[in-house]
């Protein structure tokens, strides 16, 4: 049985930054919403981010 | 405390001085879907924090083998700060939900290479395996099986411009009578890499994407 109103849609947008130096990568972004159906089960989310460090061998 | 900075620093940099003929700069994106995979035997490590409304935040390790230079196999692991009460969602598409562990395969099935830029197709797919966190919100005791996620992601990149379209679905299996919703994730990548930012070692090469 699906619980009522648990389901959801979403869009973000955001812009990323990547920086890389030799086998070494960074990054880092940030996104808001664009479009939100998320129903009364869930808070509202305004924005979300990563950050990430790489190292290739 | 001292100690500990200078150590970050000395590993960072023998990290960045030591490194062989692989580098990074075929990254993919933080965010969306990307088809870049690692050269034959070439391993990567990536190591990233994410988090929502500044409610939800973890830390992702992941850690990525190419056995041959079009296929890729990366398990990911993660550790959760603080629980997810907002709806389930891929934050990072390249690793699936913050919570999950996984072991995918990504197979770069087509490649075409053409003057200066080449057109790419990589689908992917593997093994999902709820994490020890317990959840919040609307998903708070529920329990959950194995999952499984499969993919594409295709796009063209050249040396100043990528474009990578790519979509993935996620499926879980029930547990004691509960059963996770699944997921779909559709995401769009326009990346830029402005002439004057176009470096080599020993300068940063950076690059900017819209996700």
Redesign the interface.
């Known amino acids: 049985m699906e619980?009522p109103g648990?389901?959801?849609s979403?869009i973000?947008?955001?812009?990323?930054?990547?920086?890389?130096?030799?086998?070494?990568?960074i990054?880092?972004?940030i996104?808001f919403p664009l479009y939100r159906d998320?129903g009364p089960?869930?808070?509202?989310?305004?924005?979300?981010?990563?950050?990430?460090?790489?190292?290739?061998? | 405390m001292e100690l500990n900075k200078r150590f970050c620093v000395i590993v960072i940099a023998a990290a960045a001085f030591s490194a062989g003929e692989i580098d990074a700069a075929d990254h993919g994106p933080v965010f969306g879907l990307a088809t870049p995979t690692n050269p034959k035997g070439g391993w990567s490590f990536d190591l990233g924090v994410n988090g929502r409304s500044g409610k939800a935040s973890s830390l992702e390790a992941e850690l990525s083998y190419g056995i041959t230079e079009n296929l890729k196999l990366a398990v990911s692991g993660p550790i959760v700060f603080s629980a997810d009460p907002f709806p389930r969602s891929s934050v990072t598409a390249n690793t699936p939900i913050s919570g999950d562990f996984s072991a995918l395969a990504w197979w770069r099935f087509k490649r075409k290479d053409l003057a200066g830029k080449r057109i790419e197709s990589t689908a992917v797919g593997g093994l999902l395996a709820p994490g020890p966190q317990q959840e919040a919100g609307a998903f708070r005791n529920l329990n959950s099986g194995l999952g499984y996620l499969i993919g594409a992601v295709t796009g063209v990149a050249s040396r100043s411009q990528y474009v990578w379209a790519g979509a993935t679905y996620q499926k879980y299996a029930q547990s004691s009578g509960d059963q996770r919703p699944d997921l779909v994730t559709c995401t769009a990548v326009y990346g830029y890499r402005p002439l004057s930012w176009r470096t080599d070692y020993p300068r940063w090469d950076w690059r900017v994407f819209g996700d």
């Open positions: 619980l648990s389901s959801a979403q973000f947008l955001g812009p990323s930054l990547l920086g890389v130096y030799r086998a070494i990568g990054e880092a972004g996104q998320t089960l869930y808070p509202k989310e305004h924005y979300r981010f990563a950050i990430n460090f790489a190292y290739f061998f």
